[in-house]
């Protein structure tokens, strides 16, 4: 089988490169930017924008954009001034959201006829402490009645029945 042979490294040469290798010194930030201060100071004064400010200087000559004119602004001119941030909605914690097993749902007790049945679908509105937001109307799980109860709810959606006081 004929298989490549890969060239030995010259590892004599690269010992010499890595002694003479001298990196490119470091830009410093802004670098381009810093020639022009005065004038982005004095265009700052009379509130121009900074893509404003960028468009003039690319047209006198000067290497740079829009989004560097302004780190430079909020850096520099502004002494690092954070930006404004929204503030975060603040959400009730979940402890405090009353937990009921799901294997054993809570059955609410029937209306008595003392008391007057709540008109429509409407729910209660939430107290301010509560972290309940209603999204609805409820729809009842007829798997979850009980027998008595499943059988009431069907017969009350027959046509001309009328569920008894």
Same mark, same amino acid.
């Given at each position: ?14 010992? #010499? ?6 990196? *490119? ?10 020639? *022009? ?7 700052? #004064? ?29 850096? *520099? ?6 930006? #404004?941030?929204?503030?975060?909605? #603040? ?75």
């Amino acid at each position: 089988m004929n298989t490549p042979t890969t060239p030995m490294p010259d590892l004599e040469s690269l010992r #010499k490169a890595v002694q003479e290798f001298r990196p *490119v010194p470091h830009r410093g930030p802004f670098n381009g930017l810093k020639p *022009v201060h005065d004038s982005i100071v004095e265009l700052r #004064k009379q509130t121009v924008p900074y893509a404003a400010i960028a468009e003039l200087l690319q047209q006198h000559g000067v290497k740079t954009s829009r989004a560097r004119v302004a780190e430079y602004g909020r850096i *520099v001119l502004e002494g690092g001034k954070s930006r #404004k941030r929204r503030k975060r909605v #603040k959400t009730a914690p979940a402890a405090n959201i009353p937990a009921t097993p799901q294997s054993a749902p809570a059955v609410a007790a029937k209306p008595t006829p003392a008391t007057p049945a709540p008109a429509g679908n409407d729910t209660p509105p939430p107290k301010e402490n509560s972290a309940f937001t209603s999204r609805g109307p409820r729809i009842a799980k007829v798997a979850m009645m009980s027998p008595e109860e499943a059988k009431e709810f069907n017969d009350s959606l027959k046509p001309g029945n009328t569920p008894k006081p």
